[in-house]
């Protein structure tokens, strides 16, 4: 148990829809980053946050938005969804900025149909 | 920007060692980490190098060549559980964690 929280494990809802999913970091971790894993892909980084300021965005697109709140809970929003977001998402941790080991939740499974 | 190339996938019998190589392009170097990921599960954190050199933990060990953009990944006596993805992901002074694809790595008994 990486101590890394992520709500829902599994999500199906149709294109056009939006959603959002949740993660809890490890306690005292102050960054947050979300990765998008689509099949037998590699994880591609979209956003970063440490104590509730974005640091570092990705290839994000603009349909996905992201924030971290004064808890240190983060929410990553998907709108107008297309059969393409379909993807493991991962919500990482880590305890300081740059040079430290992140620690993953178990991932959001998102289907588009 | 930051860049990182790996080979896509491995083979290797078990007992045997292997070697997963990494070239990595990245301004602002911040430290290269090694991660494994077995099939649909989150990737563990194997090893981090910031320094050149060598760093040994049990049957894994990474190595680290600043100046030629570089590591490796060894894995020593490999057991059929070692069967899984090898991410090398690296920071920038920016602050990005950006991964490589991952070499898929299957040990045969």
């Known amino acids: 148990d990486s101590g890394v929280t992520q709500t829902p494990k599994h999500l199906i809802t149709a294109t056009g829809q939006r959603v959002t999913l949740r993660c809890s970091p490890r306690?005292?971790?102050?960054?947050v980053y979300w990765y998008q894993q689509s099949l037998d892909q590699g994880l591609q980084f979209l956003i970063q946050?440490?104590?509730?300021?974005?640091?570092a965005k990705g290839n994000i697109l603009e349909r996905f938005s992201a924030q971290q709140f004064p808890d240190l809970h983060s929410e990553l929003n998907l709108s107008s969804l297309e059969l393409g977001d379909s993807a493991l998402y991962f919500c990482?941790?880590?305890?300081?900025?740059?040079?430290?080991?992140?620690?993953f939740g178990e991932g959001s499974r998102l289907t588009v149909l | 920007g930051q860049n990182i190339d790996q080979p896509t996938e491995m083979t290797a019998t078990e007992g045997a060692i292997v070697q997963i190589n990494c070239t990595y392009q990245t301004s602002g170097f911040n430290g290269l980490f090694w991660y494994q990921q077995h099939a649909g599960e989150a990737p563990t954190f194997l090893s981090y190098n910031v320094l050149d050199g060598l760093e040994e933990k049990g049957r894994f060990s990474s190595f680290l060549s600043r100046s030629k953009g570089y590591s490796y990944l060894l894995l020593k006596e490999l057991q059929m559980k070692d069967s899984a993805s090898y991410l090398c992901a690296t920071t920038s002074g920016t602050y990005k964690y950006i991964f490589g694809t991952g070499t898929r790595l299957k040990v045969l008994a």
């Open positions: 306690s005292g971790d102050l960054s």
């Open positions: 990482a941790s880590s305890a300081r900025l740059g040079g430290a080991e992140l620690f």
């Open positions: 946050y440490y104590n509730g300021e974005e640091r």
